[in-house]
């Protein structure tokens, strides 16, 4: 009798709507195919322009862009709003959500909110400290952290329930997606910490920056060796080094980003005029290189504020634009 009045109260929900298995990063990781993410970075200001701007870049080269949420801490347009002007540019959406700055109550009404308008992938991420950015002052939240907010995203499509029991219907049929640092302290832990992510329901992983390309190399051997890579799509981060000055800073003030000296005595070793397209010659070779990884899915590319030199990226490295247009 008591199951039948739960059932009465909770009837099943409405199973979550999918997108065309030929179309968008999922019919994109689902088909095998050498998958590319980029990143645009919203505007401090209201120029939506700013947006389609980048996404006019991308298009047609990319399968879909992440939308930064706030990202390092520095207040910016939202990400659900940067990813409907992404989509009306022609460029499917990725929106980053983090846990820093909302509770369990709003991150799950983001998710909600990014369902219904149409955004069909979303990245779920801790989020920097507020002490990095330019309100240092400002209290973090981190009610949940990304491994929690993943699987309230998955309990919430795959089960249509909030973390609190209640049912949510119809429920939402995104992608989810996390991220990982194959470099982070301790070396070893990388892998195991990616395979708690997959078990909450992570179905795609972008990773840090590579540049050590043998030691991503054991990293991936590891997610192998898990069954991991058979479960979620890795997309190695690369991005082009265009300065010695952003050569510093990446290797000294970004945290968990291990470059090796040959690179850094690569980049002195050229002209000063030919740094910026030394690095982006180093940036093709890494991608060429990962392409021979097994268990790599694609890449994810960080070029900010260089969304423009994206594409000549992917050609050089052998990855055609018509194999994504449309």
């Not at 645009?40 to 120029?47: E, L, M, N, T, Y």
């Not at 499509?157 to 939402?172: E, H, N, Q």
């Not at 991503?216 to 080094?241: K, Q, S």
Request: charged share 20%.
């Amino acid at each position: 009798m008591n199951a039948r009045a739960g059932e009465a109260r909770h009837p099943a929900p409405t199973p979550p709507p999918r997108l065309p298995a030929a179309r968008g990063l999922r019919g994109a990781l689902a088909s095998g195919r050498f998958t590319v993410t980029a990143e645009i970075g919203p505007p401090r200001g209201v120029d939506r322009t700013a947006i389609t701007r980048s996404a006019a870049l991308l298009r047609g080269w990319v399968d879909a862009a992440n939308v930064t949420d706030n990202q390092g801490a520095h207040v910016r347009l939202s990400s659900l709003a940067g990813s409907l002007l992404a989509a009306e540019a022609g460029v499917e959406p990725v929106m980053q959500l983090t846990c820093r700055d909302r509770n369990r109550i709003a991150l799950q009404s983001d998710l909600i909110a990014a369902a219904t308008l149409g955004v069909p992938n979303v990245l779920l991420l801790t989020g920097d400290h507020p002490v990095f950015g330019d309100h240092p002052e400002a209290k973090p939240v981190f009610d949940l952290d990304s491994v929690q907010l993943v699987w309230a995203a998955r309990t919430m499509r795959d089960d249509g329930l909030l973390l609190s029991g209640r049912p949510v219907d119809p429920r939402p049929g995104f992608l989810i997606g996390a991220v990982e640092n194959p470099f982070a302290p301790p070396a070893g832990f990388r892998a195991a910490r990616l395979g708690k992510k997959v078990a909450a329901g992570a179905e795609f992983c972008q990773t840090q920056f590579v540049f050590d390309v043998p030691a991503f190399a054991r990293f991936m051997a590891e997610v192998a060796d898990r069954g991991l890579d058979t479960r979620c799509a890795v997309l190695a981060g690369v991005g082009p080094i265009r300065s010695l000055r952003a050569y510093e800073f990446i290797s000294t003030k970004v945290p968990g980003v291990h470059v090796p000296d040959e690179v850094g005595r690569r980049l002195r070793g050229v002209p000063a005029d030919r740094v910026a397209a030394e690095g982006v010659t180093l940036c093709v070779e890494t991608i060429q290189a990962l392409r021979e990884i097994p268990g790599v899915a694609g890449v994810h590319v960080m070029a900010f504020g260089y969304e423009r030199g994206i594409p000549e990226i992917l050609e050089r490295a052998g990855l055609e634009r018509s194999a994504r247009a449309g």
